[in-house]
């Protein structure tokens, strides 16, 4: 049987954790880091389209993957609750490889 640590089975560790990430997103922390990654990502495009002027060590690749990664970490909790809902649960007995 696969450890499951506190949870009795797969089904309610996967409840567990959509639910700790819904309750992530409704909080005052998490709504900082996203405005903090809605503004850096916004300088990026500006930087980008040539409205701000770049720094020095700056280049059009280095704006793309801040630009990228930000996007990700503000998406995070929202793709990790799509790809938990889309996780199919084998029962205990099931071997998915057999």
Known sequence: ???TFVFKN??????AIIQALNQLKGTMGWKV???A???NMRK??????GKLKWDEDETL?????????CERLRDMPD?????YKDKEVFPPNL???F
């Open 1 to 3: 049987m696969a450890e």
């Open 10 to 15: 797969e089904e309610e560790k996967k409840g």
């Open 33 to 35: 880091i996203v405005k």
């Open 37 to 39: 990654m809605e503004e």
């Open 44 to 49: 990026t495009e500006l930087k980008m389209f």
């Open 61 to 69: 690749r280095s704006l793309q993957d801040l630009h990228d990664a």
């Open 79 to 83: 793709d990790l609750i799509t790809q």
């Open 95 to 97: 071997d998915p490889y």
